[in-house]
């Protein structure tokens, strides 16, 4: 609260910092891959002046750039982005209140805020704080609107193994019904793919995809596609 950064002890922002770390290595350290970007957005919960929040926003933005400088110190400072920061508002407030609408006295908080926006529009600060819970809203809602969002953009410049082409077969909708694999990862499939029915459907996904000349100009019906098709 008030402040940019948060404490790298704290178990719950450890294990995030790890997630990030252990999602993002294998792009990092695959000589493969490339992250183009790295897009930051802090945010602000409501209470204070609009200038302290909007200054929060930046230093949270600030400080998570830090954290992940030091995790993947090769990445260049050209491919972060800070994006606009946000302050989240006090319907904001009203919206984490009925996230947890078993709680019946959160449903009564999220309605008493709700009819003080409702009247007195953005001067409500002052209102909600003279509230007899506000403090249970200041202790348990309000941190989860001081946070940072941060987006990276990968590309991995290789050819899927036939094992993995084969995972996402297994667990991916988008392969088992042709929509989402494109040129060779068909050849993979048709290959292993001992169903019928189910390379009956990967063959009509294929010829209906057709497949470029080289240099992309000339669509044209797969051949392959066919012959799997008519067998």
């Known amino acids: 609260k008030g402040k940019g950064e ?23 350290t695959d000589m493969d891959a490339i992250i183009h970007s790295v897009s930051i957005k802090g945010y602000a919960s409501p209470e204070g002046s609009v200038n302290t929040n909007l200054r929060l926003c930046r230093e949270r933005s600030q400080f ?50 709700e009819q003080l926006i ?19 809203i200041d202790e348990n809602i309000l941190p989860r609107l001081r946070k940072v969002d941060f987006t990276f953009e990968t590309e991995t410049n290789r050819v899927r193994s036939a094992e993995e082409i084969m995972k996402l077969y297994q667990t991916d909708a988008g392969y088992r019904d042709g929509s989402k694999p494109m040129g060779y990862e068909f050849y993979e499939l048709f290959r292993r793919v001992k169903n019928y029915q189910e390379l ?10 057709g497949i470029r000349d080289e240099g992309g100009r000339d669509k044209r019906k797969w051949a392959y596609a066919s012959y799997v098709l008519a067998q």
């Open 64 to 113: 998570i750039q830090g954290i992940i400088e030091n995790l993947f110190p090769q990445l260049s400072r050209s491919v972060f982005r800070v994006e606009q920061p946000e302050v989240a508002s006090w319907a904001d407030v009203v919206i984490e209140l009925r996230k947890d609408s078993l709680l019946p006295s959160h449903i009564e908080m999220a309605d008493e805020i």
């Open 200 to 209: 009956e459907v990967l063959a009509k996904a294929a010829l209906k995809k």
């Open 118 to 136: 409702s009247k007195y529009g953005n001067n409500v600060y002052g209102r909600i704080r003279a509230l007899s819970y506000y403090k249970y």
């Open 6 to 28: 948060f404490d790298t002890t704290d178990s719950l922002n450890s294990l995030q910092i790890k997630s990030l770390e252990s999602t993002v290595l294998p792009f990092y």
